[in-house]
């Protein structure tokens, strides 16, 4: 009886092992794609704003602009919030810009669908 109690935890401790080690658990939520999409078009349109400058005519500038997330979870009788902020490409050039700086990105970040509230820029 005791051979076979063994034998049979030698048995399935491999499977559980087997399992627990194939097993995905995605921790991957909302917030993180939407800042993959997010920061995929901020590159984007970096690359595709500084194209259209020739030569060095105009100041332009890469910098970042930051990708600002947060979660809220219960924590006893109130809530505890955790933000996250992260750079994403950001651009501004004189000659794109037309007096207000960043436009131009922000414009081809809205074409893009990615100009979003969370996104925090510069001081100027």
């Known amino acids: 009886m005791g051979n076979m109690r063994f034998g049979l935890i030698i048995?399935?401790?491999p499977a559980i092992f087997i399992t627990g080690c194939t097993t995905k658990i995605s921790t991957e939520n909302q917030t993180d794609t939407k800042f993959n999409q997010i920061n995929s078009s901020a590159k984007d349109c970096v690359t595709e704003l500084s194209k259209k400058i020739t030569g060095n005519e105009g100041k332009h500038v890469f910098t970042f602009a930051f990708y600002v997330s947060s979660k809220s979870e219960p924590l006893g009788n109130s809530n505890y919030?955790?933000?996250v902020t992260t750079g994403i490409p950001y651009f501004t050039a004189t000659t794109l810009d037309n007096g207000d700086p960043g436009?131009?990105?922000r414009s081809c970040m809205l074409k893009h669908n990615a100009l979003v509230p969370q996104i925090k820029f510069p001081k100027t």
Do not use: G, L
Request: no cysteine.
């Open 11 to 13: 048995s399935i401790f």
């Open 81 to 83: 919030t955790k933000s």
């Open 103 to 105: 436009s131009a990105w």
